[in-house]
């Protein structure tokens, strides 16, 4: 079946201890991108990857880092977690950039993430 | 302005009536427009797509663009309960980065 798996679902984390949320696609995507989502604010993109080694900042990239060492995975590292990174947050893929307009994404199922 | 805007509801519609949701768009946004349903909890799911100026019908669900007055709507016919969630209204830029409304809660009354 054709996916983005995201692990973990749900983590509760306290300020300062480094994490990573690993994604995975199936899909030989070359487009990966990850997004937060908070109420009222809707989603919003922390970084992307238009392929392997290639990544750059989105709207929010603050307190993120990520890697694309190979074609399906994409982690999401917090290095130092605030309370403030308190989200939901999604992964997803795309063929490539420019399939955007015709196939839109493949969203992981998401990862709750609480920092206290 | 938002650059992709969304009345945030709750939007509450009769079973079996048509749900109209509304999104306006600024001139960032300007080519593909898409309708995402997203269950609480949940992943957004793609429902439709639209390029192009006028009506665009996939079953029980239909996007409308009006390019000329920045705004791409979704009617829903026949609502039913499974019909409640929230939509998301997304738009392309010119550099092929998908912008975001923070979306509409839809709930249909049985």
């Known amino acids: 079946e054709a996916q983005v798996t995201q692990n973990p679902r749900y983590l509760i984390t306290v300020t300062g201890k480094k994490l990573t949320v690993t994604c995975s696609q199936n899909?030989?995507?070359?487009?990966m991108s990850w997004y937060r989502q908070d109420p009222g604010l809707g989603l919003r993109q922390i970084y992307y990857s238009m392929n392997v080694e290639v990544t750059d900042k989105g709207d929010v990239p603050e307190g993120y880092k990520v890697s694309r060492k190979e074609k399906r995975n994409f982690p999401l590292i917090l290095e130092s977690p605030s309370p403030n990174q308190t989200s939901l947050y999604f992964c997803a893929s795309s063929p490539k950039i420019w399939d955007l307009g015709n196939y839109g994404y493949t969203f992981g199922s998401g990862t709750r993430l609480t920092v206290v | 302005q938002k650059e992709v805007e969304q009345n945030s509801g709750p939007l509450s519609v009769p079973e079996g009536a048509i749900a109209s949701l509304n999104c306006t768009y600024s001139?960032?946004?300007?080519?593909?427009f898409f309708w995402y349903r997203q269950y609480s909890g949940k992943s957004p799911e793609l429902i439709m797509s639209i390029y192009s100026n006028g009506d665009k019908e996939d079953g029980r669900f239909t996007a409308q663009l009006n390019k000329a007055s920045q705004y791409v709507s979704l009617l829903i016919r026949d609502s039913q309960p499974s019909d409640s969630a929230t939509y998301l209204c997304?738009?392309?830029?010119?550099?092929?980065?998908?912008?975001w409304g923070a979306g509409t809660k839809l709930i249909i009354k049985p």
């Open positions: 997304a738009g392309l830029d010119s550099n092929y980065q998908l912008i």
């Open positions: 899909m030989n995507h070359e487009y």
């Open positions: 001139d960032r946004v300007s080519q593909s």
